[in-house]
């Protein structure tokens, strides 16, 4: 069973939870959202890397059909980037090192900027 978690901004609480994919593995992070066609409004993929690298958070878009909205997490949990990613781009690099890389429905992109708080926690499926 794939892990999920639920992602939340603690600086700006009230907004829907975005349930996540976990995805740690090199092959999960190298498949992402590609060939994907659509990605509804409270789901997303969070990207796991070992700790803070500008190189290892970079993403690229090949294969991928739809827009993605991108937000950079460092290991502190704070928003150290954001950026609306279009389809077919190479890569995607953030300004700042990053250790998780949230990919979500570019609607929510808008709930999320740079020195923002953000939660995740183990998703508790019923």
Known sequence: MMKRVLVGNSS????ALIQAKFCRSFFCQLRGLTFRRSLPEDEGLL???RGDSKID???????VWIPLGVVWINSRNE????????????????????KYVL???????????????VSIDEARLV
């Open 47 to 49: 990207l796991v890397q």
């Open 12 to 15: 700006r609480p009230g907004r």
């Open 57 to 63: 958070s970079s993403i690229h878009m090949l294969f």
């Open 79 to 98: 928003v150290v980037d954001t950026r609306l990613a279009l389809p077919w781009r190479p890569v995607y690099v953030p300004r700042q090192p990053a």
């Open 103 to 117: 990919e979500i429905h570019p609607s929510r992109l808008v709930e999320f900027c740079k020195g923002d708080r």
